[in-house]
């Protein structure tokens, strides 16, 4: 299991210029879970101690708009998810559930991930712009 911990964190885009120390302290820091289909992973409105990262399944995000469920996006392998409510300090802004699988995604520590970011300007800036472009996105799909 640790070699799959290791293979996804270190594959990932967001990680891969971390100096092997920084690896080894999110890899440490970091658990595979797995959900079976139509499981909840993060529900909107609750508190996220961790950022996720899709190993195997697919997943959906959603959110309840004013006409009711919204579909955001479908997720696979290598997208991570979680960033928007962990850079605000804010509670679960969609609900993330297994459309495909059973699913399996490495979750990783909110504290150990928050370190990195302030004390890495790419991961910051990174996390940054992808909240930001998911934000707009879901103001567009929850109101059009």
Do not use: C
């Not at 640790?2 to 092997?20: A, G, Q, W, Y």
């Not at 890899?27 to 529900?43: A, C, D, G």
């Not at 998911?134 to 059009?144: E, N």
């Amino acid at each position: 299991m640790s070699e799959k911990i290791e293979r996804t964190i270190k594959e990932s885009p967001l990680f891969k210029h971390l100096t092997d120390e920084e690896l080894e302290r999110l890899i440490s820091s970091s658990s595979l879970r797995v959900f079976q289909p139509s499981e909840t992973i993060i529900k909107e409105n609750e508190n996220i101690d961790q950022l996720y990262i899709v190993l195997m399944g697919r997943v959906r995000v959603w959110t309840t708009g004013p006409k009711g469920e919204v579909e955001l996006k479908t997720m696979g392998p290598g997208a991570y998810f979680g960033e928007v409510s962990l850079m605000s300090g804010n509670k679960a802004t969609a609900s993330v559930e297994v459309k495909t699988g059973p699913a399996q995604v490495v979750a990783i520590e909110k504290e150990t991930l928050l370190e990195l970011v302030q004390s890495d300007e790419k991961i910051r800036k990174m996390l940054q712009g992808v909240t930001l472009a998911r934000a707009k996105d879901t103001i567009g799909k929850v109101f059009k």
